[in-house]
């Protein structure tokens, strides 16, 4: 992924501490469902952006 063109193109979004629990358990159980399914080697993060999702390591 580019980095944006100029620094408008960085968006910083605040979300309240719910919705971060939220989310958090969310991924969490994501990473239950896989590893389930038998994935041990995709224990990544993803980050939404506007063009899709970029990989964390």
């Known amino acids: ?3 944006p063109k100029s620094k408008a193109g960085h968006r910083v979004v605040s979300l309240d501490a ?3 629990t939220l ?3 969310h991924h969490n159980a994501q990473r239950r469902e896989r590893f389930a399914a038998g994935d041990t080697t995709g224990w990544c993060s993803l980050a939404l952006t506007a063009s899709g999702f970029l ?3």
Do not use: C, H
């Open 1 to 3: 992924m580019d980095t």
């Open 18 to 20: 719910e919705t971060v």
């Open 23 to 25: 989310l958090k358990a």
């Open 55 to 57: 990989r964390i390591e």
